[in-house]
């Protein structure tokens, strides 16, 4: 079974300028989730998606922030503009989420942004 | 506000050695999810604790679950370098909620 996907791996950006990360979830996962990890950190929950539905972006600021799921599959996150303290690894991962529990998370290998 | 507090954020022991990492969370919660992370990769999903009393063992890693407590232990048997990692615990709130994460390294 193919893992979660996602690309770039690596992407070196100037602020104020705009970045784009894609994401493919495992086939099946109605659930997909944008997670923001800092250096020595924990990841952190940006935006929730159940299928192309949002559940929950009350950590995602929206204001520089923006993610869609268009057709349940693959979903981008972009930033525009871009501010330094963005630096960061942006993971990506997705479940089967039957009923209203969560079910175990799948991680992709994650986007890491620098920006300069 | 759910909270994740592990402790000890580095730990340096030697090989064959025993040792726990600690998982205090602050409300109540019935399930927990260790992770492991090597540098420069994802997360790789350990253990999954679903109820009071769990206890679950892969090798030498052996996780367990107080509900009551709100606290988590992973413990490490007889230690080996391939254990060196992070290690996450991540309880369930309304969302996922990680700790910071132990830095584990294992030492001749």
């Known amino acids: 079974e193919a893992g979660v996907a996602q690309s770039p791996r690596y992407k070196i950006i100037e602020k104020r300028q705009s970045v784009a990360f894609w994401c493919n979830p495992i086939?099946?996962?109605?659930?997909l989730y944008w997670y923001q990890q800092i250096l020595g950190q924990g990841p952190k929950l940006l935006i929730q998606f159940q299928n192309n539905g949002v559940v929950d972006d009350s950590q995602l600021p929206k204001d520089r922030f923006s993610a869609e799921r268009l057709k349940g599959v693959d979903s981008t996150l972009k930033i525009q503009p871009a501010k330094l303290e963005d630096s960061a690894v942006y993971l990506c991962?997705?479940?089967?989420?039957?009923?209203?529990?969560?079910?175990?998370?799948?991680f992709g290998p994650g986007t890491r942004l620098l920006v300069l | 506000e759910l909270k994740v507090e592990q402790n000890p954020l580095f730990l340096s022991m030697q090989e064959g050695k025993n040792y726990t990492i600690y998982c205090n969370y602050s409300t109540t919660s019935d399930r927990l999810y260790w992770y492991r992370q090597d540098p420069g990769k994802s997360l790789e999903s350990l253990f999954v604790l679903l109820s009071n009393g769990a206890v679950k063992q892969e090798g030498r890693l052996m996780a367990s679950l107080d509900t009551k407590a709100r606290l988590s232990t992973l413990h490490i048997t007889a230690a080996v370098h391939d254990l060196s990692a992070t290690y996450f615990c991540?309880?369930?709130?309304?969302?996922?909620?990680f700790g910071k994460g132990t830095s584990l390294l294992v030492t001749p």
């Open positions: 991962a997705s479940s089967l989420d039957a009923g209203t529990s969560l079910e175990t998370q799948y």
């Open positions: 086939s099946g996962h109605a659930t």
């Open positions: 991540a309880v369930e709130g309304y969302a996922l909620n």
